[in-house]
């Protein structure tokens, strides 16, 4: 085996850039994204480097991409999941709204809004920022210094605490 240098690396990737943007276009539906995966993917393929040779850039580069692709769609399963834990703890499946529900409504938002004041200071400051105000997790993760991983793990603990509020209130 010959140990790849950077410059190929680089060739290679440059070379199968193109189908890797259509792959992650195709898989994410969203230009923008696929642009920023394959930038991850640059990125994971220089971080990997660790002089470790390699017989084969061009699948090596491709298969870098697709981890990178397979991460992002797994992360963004679970946020979905997450927001619809969020969903049906937050709204009703009734239309009828009665001032006996609007009252009730009234004391669970106090309740919730009580519980989100006894979590952790950078645990409700990272939930509210990414489920009230829409900030995406690697943009917390870069204010607060980071991995995307801890605010996953923030936003999954505020959750787990407003999922046994809901037990709670449901009792």
């Not at 619809?84 to 709204?97: A, K, P, V, Y």
């Amino acid at each position: 085996m010959k140990k790849i240098d950077l410059d190929k690396l680089i060739r290679t990737f440059v070379k199968v850039s193109p189908r890797l943007q259509s792959i992650a276009r195709a898989r994410t539906r969203c230009a923008a994204t696929a642009e920023d995966l394959i930038q991850d993917a640059w990125l994971n393929l220089i971080k990997s480097q660790s002089g470790t040779a390699i017989e084969a850039p061009t699948g090596y580069v491709v298969r870098v991409a697709n981890n990178t692709i397979i991460g992002h769609l797994r992360k963004e399963k679970r946020r979905s999941q997450i927001d619809n834990e969020i969903h049906d703890l937050l709204w009703e499946t009734t239309d009828e709204i009665s001032p006996e529900r609007v009252v009730i409504g009234r004391q669970n938002l106090g309740t919730v809004q009580a519980a989100l004041d006894k979590m952790p200071e950078k645990t409700r400051r990272i939930f509210l920022m990414n489920r009230i105000d829409g900030i995406p997790h690697r943009r917390i993760a870069d204010m607060f210094g980071i991995t995307d991983e801890a605010v996953y793990y923030h936003i999954r603990r505020a959750l787990e605490r407003l999922a046994e509020l809901r037990d709670e209130l449901a009792d």
